[in-house]
Antibody, heavy 118, light 107 residues
Framework: EVQLVESGGGLIQPGGSLRLSCAAS????????MGWVRQAPGKGLDWVSV???????YYGDSVKGRFTISRDNSKNTVYLQMNSLRAEDTAVYYC????????????WGQGTLVTVSS | EIVMTQSPATLSVSPGERVTLSCWAS??????LAWYQQKPGQAPRVLIY???TRATGIPARFSGSGSGTEFTLTISSLQSEDFAVYYC?????????FGQGTRLEIK
């Protein structure tokens, strides 16, 4: 059974850094395609970043240069390092696995809340 | 960036009714479109991908159609558990983009 469990969210001051983790089970992240999607309170879905099985990474314009996606194959875990955080980064961050037929998201974690506030 | 527009923003319907949700893309996305359902406090769940293919475990009352720039999600007979927010998403071009959502509420 595929499971994704996010952790690492919390309250952080503007300009601070935070690292989110997504522990996967039921499949091997290094052989698959993973992404992060966020949702600001009461708002819609916003794609953040993806990592390909080969290691290539892509980012949305709003986070490019500030966020870094990576993975630890030994822990079967994907990470999102978030630097220079802004109030507008406040959101629930979901880890998700790419679908078998394209870049939709077939499996999602439960999400972790990041609040950027002083 | 491809802009996805959903209509209407909110739809009030009664259980048992047939409902159609619309999604438009600012340029062609071929059939690379997915629909998601999201209930309060939960992660989104994929319903449809490839514009018309039901995801695993999705009831047959959900159907998707369209290609290019115009897409629809139809729920043939609304059940109580279907009241939620529905999002479309294109994955034809980077960046991946979502519509702003349609909320189905009980009439």
């Amino acid at each position: 059974e595929v499971q994704l469990v996010e952790s690492g969210g919390g309250l952080i001051q503007p300009g601070g850094s935070l690292r989110l983790s997504c522990a996967a089970s039921g499949f091997i992240v290094s052989s698959d395609y993973m992404g992060w999607v966020r949702q600001a309170p009461g708002k819609g879905l916003d794609w953040v970043s993806v990592i390909y099985s080969g290691g290539s990474t892509y980012y949305g314009d709003s986070v490019k240069g500030r966020f870094t996606i990576s993975r630890d194959n030994s822990k079967n875990t994907v990470y999102l390092q978030m630097n220079s955080l802004r109030a507008e980064d406040t959101a629930v961050y979901y880890c998700a696995r790419k679908g078998s037929s394209g870049w939709y998201f077939e499996y999602w974690g439960q999400g972790t809340l990041v609040t950027v506030s002083s | 960036e491809i802009v996805m527009t959903q209509s209407p923003a909110t739809l009030s319907v009664s259980p048992g009714e047939r409902v159609t949700l619309s999604c438009w893309a600012s340029q062609s996305v071929s059939s690379n479109l997915a629909w998601y359902q999201q209930k309060p406090g939960q992660a989104p769940r994929v319903l449809i991908y490839g514009a018309s293919t039901r995801a695993t475990g999705i009831p047959a009352r959900f159907s998707g159609s369209g290609s290019g720039t115009e897409f629809t999600l139809t729920i043939s007979s609304l059940q109580s558990e279907d009241f939620a927010v529905y999002y479309c998403q294109q994955y034809n071009n980077w960046p991946i983009t979502f519509g702003q959502g349609t909320r189905l509420e009980i009439k």
